[in-house]
């Protein structure tokens, strides 16, 4: 969120899509640079999550395969891989963002997230406080405007709307704000590509990724670093 007073040129404009990228797709690359040109963003993270408390843990890859696997994606683009949660000791995406606003002051965040994710918002824990934290592009998905629409999130939420351009146009920030984004429909996902190739996790076995954000070394669950 821009703080009063701020200047266009004291801070970069930071998109933020989070998942478990089990595994990163090019439907996730395609839709972080669609929202980067849209909104006028410096960069995207990718917030590879160690755990979605709504998703079950069956079939969930260990994070620095999924980590290699975004990294893989994001390769020269303005896109940069993290699993930052871990080190914040945070779970939940409204404890991730404020601790990312409190870590980031000179940062402007917000928050990239598919219709499908805003059908079930409501379901998040402290929803209307993230929305609160920074705003928020929802990027359209075919078949989810019904949901959307009926969504007891868009209920509030659909008060704070604002026009693409006042994103874009370098403009202040504040929240809570939407803003819809739609572009051609990308069908592929994570749930296909685990179906047709159930061992896709195999591939991307190796050495520890780097974490492109905090530069550490991103081991799997139980392992540390040499002291």
């Known amino acids: 969120m821009r703080r009063k007073g701020a200047t266009r040129t004291m801070s970069a404009r930071i998109g933020l899509l989070g998942g478990s990228f089990n595994p990163a797709h090019g439907g996730h690359r395609r839709i972080s640079l669609f929202a980067l040109r849209a909104l006028g963003l410096d960069e995207v993270w990718w917030l590879v999550s160690p755990g979605n408390p709504l998703k079950p843990k069956a079939g969930m890859a260990?994070?620095?395969a999924r980590m290699r696997s975004a990294i893989r994606l994001a390769r020269r683009a303005p896109i940069r891989v993290t699993a930052i949660e871990r080190e914040l000791g945070t779970r939940f995406t409204v404890?991730?963002?404020?601790?990312?606003a409190r870590r980031y002051p000179?940062?402007?965040?917000?928050?990239l997230m598919g219709s499908d994710n805003l059908a079930?918002?409501?379901l998040w824990r402290d929803w209307r406080t993230i929305a609160r934290t920074m705003p928020i592009a929802v990027i359209a998905r075919p078949g989810y405007d019904d949901a959307v629409v009926a969504s007891p999130a868009m209920a509030w939420l659909g008060r704070f709307r604002v026009p693409l351009a006042s994103f874009a146009n370098g403009g202040e920030w504040s929240a809570p704000a939407l803003v819809t984004l739609r572009f051609d429909p990308d069908p592929r996902s994570a749930t296909a590509i685990r179906r047709a190739d159930p061992d896709w996790a195999a591939r991307f076995a190796g050495p520890p990724p780097r974490d492109q954000l905090t530069h550490r070394l991103v081991m799997a669950q139980g392992e540390t670093t040499a002291p």
């Open 62 to 64: 260990p994070l620095p």
């Open 95 to 100: 404890d991730t963002l404020a601790a990312l």
């Open 106 to 111: 000179k940062k402007e965040f917000v928050w």
């Open 120 to 122: 079930q918002f409501h």
